[in-house]
């Protein structure tokens, strides 16, 4: 054996250099798995409070799970829609009752949708009773939480963070 083998002081300094290496393995298995999430993520700052803290994807958007009518879904938060909508198949298997039909305007232009009201839409420990919605007869992905559900709360965005907490007035 060598000099260098039997040298207690280099086989500390190899220990060293293994945990260095395992924490630096372990520090960048959790930086990408932050990522991959996309840092979807709902937190409730206070299990006492009612407000809800986004945070935005990698795309400048906010997603968040909840429910509507008690069933999960994914909301994409749309402070430019005026209702909750949500395509067709989502609304038919949710069992919701269409209503009268009108023309809508989206972001790909008009378009034909139904109006209906949700029983209850909730995020995080936010809710709502008796939602306006529109059921859109195009297919797009998700279910976007729009200003019948959103102008109830108090909204705050800053540094690609989504604030929403109930209004000092809140009627549920």
Known sequence: ??????????????????LAAIGLLGGLYALFSSLEDGGN?????????????????????YEVPGLINGRPVV????????????????ARSLGLKFGPRVQVMTAAGPALA???????????GIRRLNVRATITSGEFNGVLLGMSFLKHFNLQQRDGTLVISEALSHNK
């Open 1 to 18: 054996m060598s000099e260098f083998q039997n040298n207690p002081e280099s086989r500390v300094g190899r220990r060293m250099i293994w």
């Open 41 to 61: 993520s709902i937190r409730t700052l206070d299990t006492t409070s009612t407000t809800v803290v986004l945070e935005q994807d990698r795309s400048g958007h």
């Open 75 to 90: 909301f994409l938060v749309d402070t430019g829609a005026t209702d909750v909508a949500l395509p067709e198949s989502v």
């Open 114 to 124: 139904w109006m209906t009201r949700l029983d209850e839409v909730s995020i995080g």
